[in-house]
């Protein structure tokens, strides 16, 4: 079952949206420590991905990855008391910004480490898929992932083992301060192609596009295909990483900024919606990031004695480190 | 009593514990024809869906088998050559091993990396000889090193059921052996054992060096009665057992097939210096620092640890104090 109501993908591309507004709100009021980075002006990517996939499919994110568990179904307040570092946070205060998962809605994870996951999700799709069922994956990686040798791997095992996994490419452009012409030789596409994989090009600022040409591949892999790519056209609108608000880095022409900013996936998925209905939804999601921003910073900080609870899921303790 | 070689110990623990479990699946390059020897047979009795034989991709497979324990497999994963580790060591170490803390508990990741033939074959050089132990047990992941053929299936058993990662390192210098064993039964992680009781210096020695300690020991019997411990898993570490056997004897020395700095040999010392008021300075033999091994076997065996020098290191500490 697929989401391809209009309201409903505009209300998460907007969910996402203020989300990441309220968070850099928390970061520059020093309630998120380490700052985060902004998934702004690429919500259209996890929106129409996600509004694709069902509910126990599987999904791994990126470091730059509210945007992915949010739009699988995980709970704003407990993903923003996460970002506080709280015990009500989705991983306890134990993970952050670069680690939320919920288990609980597929999401295995946003993952820190470029190029990581791929491999990692094509594992637990076979492992679910062995097990029976018709499950899929999404994993989500930006243009910088594709010159990393282990996701190309993952290409080739999930391919050559017909793992039906979505590989979701956000080509926003940049790899931190790297264009992609000075970083990747051929194609993103053309790499899906050495792998005998189906590759299909999309506008990742229209959420609608991106559910479609998703819905599409994941129709093909639930019955039966092999992977497939998908190459999500976007724009970051804001930093790689919010420590730029407060250290300029001069990588981005005003210009390309300006014309990236101008296609805007809240606006584009707004305009589909009738004014009144886009303000309804506007309003509630307002309220939700409202009760969001209360809940996690009224969550209790972890005890520092409990620093390493969850370090061995077998119940071994490691030895403390002072003499 | 049956004889058991330890690399069919391998084989039958991975056997027992596929057929006791349907979580239990094995990948790995080659496995589907035993080239280590240890897989041997596995495929025709459990079919390709739980035998993988994989491409030469080691990095996507060791996360692959990461998210398979992730979606509730048990993998084993099988790696030829020792020095593939280290091209999975940000595999192992960022994500299987860091997964159930940074989740907050959400997930275990029960992954055994078992490397049948760690150390030197003999010829086979500086890429294929290493003993990388000690890196696993500074990371924290737990590492197992069994010496005798029971012991190989009993830690791969406990391995295999074990809810986080293990890294299982079979000793080159000990897949050739064969015991006479009448029960096989699994052995717990992170508990160490007395293999020859003594009074005057205990000798922990790591793997396949046991059997060295205790041919040494054996040597020095009319010099000194020589306990040899041997921890079989280096992380978690039986730090209780070895420092009940060091309060007796009040004499220490360790023989690790590790580089010397930051190797599992300074770890040992360290510790039972902080818990044990010995009667001389404790003592090490391990590969050098750095160590690379050359090929030509006069030079692979030179920078091993050798049985003359375990045994001048008891004397000398017998001497001290």
Request: hydrophobic share 45%; aromatic share 6%; glycine share 10%.
């Amino acid at each position: 079952m697929t989401d391809s109501d209009p309201v409903r993908l505009y209300r998460t591309v907007r969910l996402i949206r203020r989300f990441e507004e309220r968070a850099i709100e928390l970061v520059d009021a020093g309630e998120i420590v380490g700052g985060i980075h902004p998934y702004l002006g690429q919500e259209g990517v996890a929106a129409g991905v996600c509004a694709a996939l069902a509910a126990d499919d599987l999904v791994t994110g990126t470091h730059r990855g509210h945007g992915h568990v949010l739009a699988k179904g995980a709970d704003p307040a407990r993903m923003l008391a996460e970002l506080c570092g709280r015990v009500t946070g989705l991983n306890r205060g134990r993970g952050g910004s670069m680690h939320a998962a919920d288990f609980g809605v597929g999401v295995l994870g946003a993952n820190a480490i470029v190029g990581a996951a791929g491999a990692i999700l094509t594992g637990a799709v076979w492992e679910r898929r062995r097990r029976g069922g018709d499950i899929v994956g999404a994993t989500f990686f930006g243009d910088g992932a594709v010159n990393e040798g282990m996701l190309l791997e993952a290409f080739n095992l999930a391919a050559l083992w017909r793992v039906p996994v979505l590989f979701v490419c956000e080509n926003n452009g940049w790899a931190t301060t790297m264009p992609v012409a000075g970083a990747v030789a051929g194609t993103v596409a053309g790499r899906a192609a050495a792998f005998g994989m189906p590759a299909a090009a999309v506008d990742g600022q229209d959420p609608e596009a991106v559910r479609e040409v998703t819905a599409a591949a994941v129709a093909r892999m639930r019955a039966g295909g092999g992977p497939e790519l998908i190459e999500a056209h976007t724009y970051r609108f804001d930093a790689h990483h919010t420590f730029e608000h407060r250290v300029r880095l001069d990588y981005r022409p005003p210009q390309e900024v300006a014309a990236g900013r101008s296609r805007d996936p809240v606006d584009i998925q707004g305009a589909r919606l009738p004014p009144a209905v886009r303000a309804e939804v506007d309003a509630a999601v307002e309220a939700v990031l409202a009760a969001a921003v209360d809940f996690a910073l009224a969550g209790p900080h972890p005890d520092p004695a409990t620093a390493l609870d969850h370090l061995y899921a077998s119940g071994l303790t490691a030895r403390t480190g002072g003499g | 009593m049956p004889r058991l070689s330890y690399r069919r110990a391998l084989t039958r623990a991975l056997a027992d514990e596929m057929t006791r479990d349907e979580s239990v699946v094995v990948l790995g390059e080659d496995i589907r024809v035993a080239a280590a020897n240890v897989t041997t047979g596995l495929l025709k009795r459990f079919g390709p869906d739980r035998v993988r034989d994989t491409p030469l991709s080691e990095q996507a497979f060791t996360s692959f088998a990461t998210g398979a324990a992730l979606a509730g497999a048990r993998p084993v994963v099988e790696f030829q050559i020792p020095s593939l580790l280290f091209l999975v060591f940000e595999q192992i170490v960022n994500h299987a091993h860091k997964f159930p803390l940074m989740t907050g508990g959400q997930c275990a990741v029960p992954v055994t990396y078992l490397v049948p033939g760690s150390g030197s074959r003999t010829g086979w050089a500086g890429q294929h000889s290493d003993h990388p132990y000690a890196l696993f047990a500074h990371v924290g992941v737990t590492t197992v090193v069994p010496a005798t053929p029971a012991d190989a299936y009993g830690l791969l058993v406990s391995a295999i059921r074990c809810d986080d990662p293990v890294v299982v390192f079979a000793p080159a210098g000990a897949l050739d052996l064969r015991a006479d064993v009448s029960d096989l039964t699994p052995v717990p992680l992170g508990r160490g054992v007395v293999r020859r009781p003594g009074d005057d210096v205990t000798v922990v020695a790591v793997g396949h060096l046991v059997h060295d300690a205790l041919a040494v020991a054996d040597e020095l019997a009319d010099q000194a009665s020589v306990e040899v411990f041997d921890p079989r898993t280096l992380y978690p570490f039986d730090w209780d057992g070895l420092v009940e056997s060091v309060g007796r004897t009040g004499r220490l020395v360790v023989v690790d097939d590790g580089n010397r700095s930051c190797g599992i040999a300074g770890e040992i010392v360290a510790t039972v210096v902080e818990r044990v008021r010995l009667a001389a300075p404790p003592r090490r033999v391990t590969r050098p620092d750095g160590a690379v091994l050359p090929f030509a076997p006069a030079l692979d065996r030179a920078v091993q640890p050798g049985r003359d020098q375990l045994a001048a290191a008891i004397q000398l500490t017998l001497k001290d104090g």
